[in-house]
């Protein structure tokens, strides 16, 4: 039974920074092609960051250059650190499988709210 828990999420100042967590239970995730996923009020769930066993990694351009995806590997966990945070990047937050290869059962998300 995989298990995906999001944590870090919080209330922050535009500028801010957060650090989302991403705890594995049932897959190694070194060995997937894993990533991020977002969903605000009203619109569909979309791909932020993805990050490949080889450490390969893609963002979205609204993203890029202001978010990082790692993993550290001995604690099977994935992080996303989100610098220079907008309002419009307020949202839930999920890390899943790359959804071009499938995805697992959906965790709780953390939420994200970058407001003044």
């Known amino acids: 039974q995989v298990q995906l828990v999001e944590s870090g999420g919080g209330l922050v100042h535009p500028g801010g920074s957060l650090r989302l967590s991403c705890e594995a239970d049932g897959i190694i995730i070194s060995i997937r092609n894993m990533g991020w996923y977002r969903q605000a009020p009203g619109k569909q769930r979309e791909m932020v960051a993805t990050?490949?066993?080889?450490?390969?990694?893609n963002y979205a351009e609204s993203v890029k250059g202001r978010f990082t995806i790692s993993r550290d590997d001995a604690k099977n966990t994935m992080f996303l650190q989100m610098n220079n945070l907008r309002p419009e990047d307020t949202a839930v937050y999920y890390c899943?499988?790359?959804?071009?290869?499938?995805?697992?059962?959906w965790g709780q998300g953390t939420q994200v709210t970058v407001s003044a």
């Open positions: 899943n499988r790359d959804t071009h290869y499938g995805e697992f059962p």
């Open positions: 990050l490949t066993p080889t450490e390969d990694t």
